[in-house]
């Protein structure tokens, strides 16, 4: 079992930079792909990043490629989610998963899910 809490959401302008951070508890954390996903109003939840258990191999999606790194730190098991050169696009409740069999880009790879964070973005 994995129990993932995310934190770090809020309100900024175009521009902005935010750091997402997901905290997970229990003993497959460090052996789990990790992935960040996000949900707008009225739209289907869609991948965002993901990260492999080591950390040696991270994922984007193209929409975000070059403004948000994943990255990961076993012994916090914590995940994190830099966002930059944030735009009001990006307004979404942003998700953490955990894949307990790798890494993936598949929402439906992924066995647990956080309660998300709400990310808005101000023109």
């Known amino acids: 079992q994995v129990q993932l809490v995310e934190s770090g959401g809020g309100l900024v302008q175009a521009g902005a930079s935010l750091r997402l951070s997901c905290a997970a508890s229990?003993?497959?954390?460090?052996?789990?792909?990790m992935g960040w996903f996000r949900q707008a109003p009225r739209k289907a939840r869609e991948f965002v990043a993901a990260?492999?258990?080591?950390?040696?191999?991270?994922f984007y999606a193209d929409s975000v490629k070059g403004r948000f790194t994943i990255s990961r730190d076993n012994a916090k098991n914590t995940v994190y989610l830099q966002m930059n050169s944030l735009k009001p696009e990006d307004t979404a409740v942003y998700y953490c998963?955990?894949?307990?069999?790798?890494?993936?880009?598949?929402?439906?790879?992924?066995?647990?899910w956080g309660q998300g964070t709400q990310v808005t973005v101000s023109s």
């Open positions: 998963a955990a894949d307990v069999q790798g890494v993936s880009t598949a929402r439906i790879r992924y066995d647990y």
């Open positions: 229990g003993r497959t954390f460090s052996s789990a792909g």
């Open positions: 990260i492999s258990w080591s950390g040696d191999s991270t």
